[in-house]
């Protein structure tokens, strides 16, 4: 069997923002999914409601260290795309299962898109830096969510016709998720929880959750929130929790295991404020028009900075930004209302499309393209 596109990825978010395209090419293309993530709470509720029927490859690849999943994902993705005949492949983001990908696709000679291309942290301590640098100068394709990830890609020297700004798949994404004020409003309800009357966090970034002091402080600012905090826990936090014997400063917060996509969307929806160290998080805060507070030494997203969230180290900083926003919930909700986000107006399935088919016309047969990485 041949397909004209094979999208590789192996998280949860990957997963998410790909969804826009995998519904647009449908039957057309085929999924390979690494397993980079593979707890079912965060995978397999997210897989059934969001994948289409389609070809879809599972590789099991988890549960290993950094440089051993990708040697392995580069191998189990490459004997993947060996089915097909001259697929496109096309990957998302900074994980591991995108370099992987990407470097699978190389070897292969095969045309490779970068969707989410361009964001940069300049933060080197940060793998998934390294990981999108590498993945955005192999690809023959760079779709850039905004104008600043267009001049981080000029800036390093690739030609701009091989980059096009296209937005965000995460605005259709969400859209497409996002349950209905009634719905929004049902999910609170029986969760005992009122519109703006909580603030909704996230935590999983090993540089705060890996080191008990961080994750320490992060957790006692959080309990010392004046409004009650919703904190779905992460698998990876969670354990680190249990390691480093914190499980008592848990006892304020409102703890939920990992939620649904459009669960989640409601939560954050209708909270007076979230705070996490997550990427996509910032970027569905511009488009719910809630404030986040970004728990992080960096962020490869500044367009929010100033607008929808603020940059934050660990410790009392969260508290005294949680204090200004919550000042006035009621007066913040209505000014965000009326900020357009910055990842572009829910077009971007189609702008990524149109340029595929602009650079590598999917009906043709497709030729190798030059920029590949030495043999041997």
């Not at 959750?209 to 959080?222: K, S, Y």
Request: overall charge neutral.
């Amino acid at each position: 069997m041949s397909t004209p596109v094979v999208l590789i990825c192996g998280t949860r978010p990957e997963l998410i923002k790909l969804a826009p395209l995998m519904r647009h090419f449908g039957k057309g293309c085929a999924v390979v999914y690494t397993g980079q993530h593979h707890d079912h709470s965060l995978y397999s509720r997210i897989r059934s409601a969001l994948v289409p029927s389609m070809r879809f490859h599972e590789l099991g690849i988890d549960g290993v260290g950094r440089g051993a999943q990708l040697g392995q994902a580069v191998s189990a993705v490459d004997e993947a795309l060996a089915s097909y005949s001259r697929p496109v492949v096309l990957v998302q983001g900074d994980t591991t299962s995108a370099l992987a990908g990407a470097l699978a696709a190389n070897a292969r000679e095969l045309p490779l898109i970068h969707v989410e291309a361009g964001l940069r942290s300049h933060d080197r301590a940060m793998p998934e830096e390294h990981n999108r640098v590498l993945i955005d100068h192999l690809a023959d394709l760079c779709c850039a969510p905004t104008e600043l990830n267009l001049k981080n890609l000029l800036a390093e020297n690739i030609p701009h016709e091989r980059i096009t700004v296209t937005g965000n798949t995460v605005v259709e994404a969400l859209r497409t998720a996002l349950p209905s004020m009634e719905e929004r409003a049902a999910l609170l309800s029986a969760r005992g929880l009122r519109r703006d009357g909580y603030v909704l966090a996230t935590l999983h970034r090993p540089e705060n959750v890996d080191d008990p002091d961080q994750l320490a402080r992060i957790l006692r600012e959080l309990g010392r929130m004046p409004l009650p905090v919703v904190l779905p826990l992460h698998p990876r936090t969670s354990m680190r929790v249990r390691d480093f014997g914190l499980t008592r400063l848990l006892v304020p917060l409102l703890v939920f295991e990992p939620q649904s996509y459009p669960d989640f969307l409601s939560l954050a929806a209708e909270a007076a404020l979230i705070v996490s160290d997550s990427g996509g998080i910032q970027e569905e805060a511009s488009v719910l028009k809630r404030p986040v507070i970004v728990v992080r030494r960096s962020t490869e997203r500044p367009e929010i900075d100033g607008a929808f969230g603020v940059l934050v180290p660990p410790g009392p900083r969260i508290g005294a930004e949680a204090a200004r926003w919550l000042c006035d919930v009621t007066g913040h909700r209505e000014r965000l209302r009326l900020i357009p986000s910055p990842y572009g107006d829910g077009t971007a399935c189609r702008r990524i499309v149109d340029a595929i088919g602009t650079l590598l016309p999917l009906e043709q047969t497709l030729t190798a393209p030059a920029h590949r990485l030495p043999a041997g």
